[in-house]
């Protein structure tokens, strides 16, 4: 091949570089927003309306950047990065697993949403909301984690604790907490209808916690921002009052119907739950549109709109 066939071929491959170079930059924002969506988004709408509002900062940057606007380019940049770091402590422990994944090489898996909430007969619901009440009634300390999306594991515990593999009922539930039984000192672990052991160690929460809080509440904030696919129920033994941990927050104190209330509508499915996922799935399916429309055009129609 003669070099002035060459240098043709070779000028028409350095013309596609800057084109090639913007699809990737492109590609690899919406990768990031999606992954974004599913970590923090996904479950709570305010989250979501969160995520939103900071994409839409970004691409405003973005715009005016490319419009030469600088004192706005200016400030939307500090209004980014002021954001990001107020996400990066409101989210602290989403963050925390998401930089986790990244050092275990774990990166197609948040890509990936969890799962959906497996559902728990309200018959279930009931017995443990009842054993709850009445512990909570008698001021008798109790700990109870719920699998949710997924089983939990033996290394997720400080101790596995004693295995039972029993129907959960709410005499055995309220048995098992007593004092003078060899199985209060820890917790119940519950997975779909089967109380799988008793006196399981949790590990516990690292986060500056109020003086009213007692060990099992640290126990039950440790837990649930370590691992998401659970939720713990904890009956204070001072004061009797109810709390529920889910991802690393307490919600408290509770009554019992509110109790209910609260797991029907966590192990229901709900549509409204997925509003993250959809949207994440959604911007991913757009995206590969806008891919495929770039990659159709030539480098001339770049030359003929600039």
Known sequence: M???GVVPDLDRVLSWLPDLVNIIDLG????????LLLIIGEGERRSLWMVRGFIVLMLATVVSGQLELKLLKFLLEKLVLGSAVAMAVIFQSQFRRFLEQIGRGEILPLFQSSGRPRTQPDSVIDRIVEAVKELSQNRTGALVLMETTGSLEEEDFVSPGVSLNAEVSKELLQTIFQTSTLLHDGAVLIGGSRILAAAVILPLSERTASRQLGTRH??????????????????SEETGSISLAEKGTLNRPLTSSKLKELLQDRFTPIVERDAAVRLSRKIGFQGKILLERLLSLRPSDFRKKN
């Open 2 to 4: 003669s070099l002035s």
């Open 28 to 35: 690899l924002v919406l990768a990031l927003s999606y992954a």
């Open 218 to 235: 640290r126990a039950a904030m440790g837990i649930t921002e370590r691992i998401e696919k659970c939720l713990c129920i904890v009956v």
